[in-house]
Nanobody
């Protein structure tokens, strides 16, 4: 099994920055990708960014517009999301997800990001 623990959320003003972290423990040998999702109040959870655990290839949701950067530290088994130029519309709970070959997935508990105008 995989356990994921996010941190780094908080309250920030419009235009500010935050760096989210997601520490993974447990099963790692067959990890395919790690993803960030977010869920705003009253909305469905939506994809933010993805990184291949082996190759480092990344892809982003269109709304990111170059403002967010996903990265990883394989040695520390940690996923990051650098958030910049934050807008009130970015207010949400941010979740990380570990996706493994064969279909196994695990989610973290989320970290709250609040952007004030």
């Amino acid at each position: 099994q995989v356990q994921l623990v996010e941190s780094g959320g908080g309250l920030v003003q419009t235009g500010g920055s935050l760096r989210l972290s997601c520490v993974a423990s447990g099963r790692t040998y067959d990890r395919d990708t790690m993803d960030w999702f977010r869920q705003a109040p009253g909305k469905e959870r939506e994809f933010v960014a993805r990184i291949s655990w082996n190759t480092g290839a990344t892809n982003y949701a269109d709304f990111v517009k170059g403002r967010f950067t996903i990265s990883k530290d394989n040695y520390r088994n940690t996923l990051y999301l650098q958030l910049s130029s934050l807008e009130p519309e970015d207010t949400a709970v941010y979740y990380c997800k570990s996706v493994h070959f064969g279909g196994y997935e695990s989610w973290g508990q989320g970290t709250q990001v609040t952007v004030s105008s």
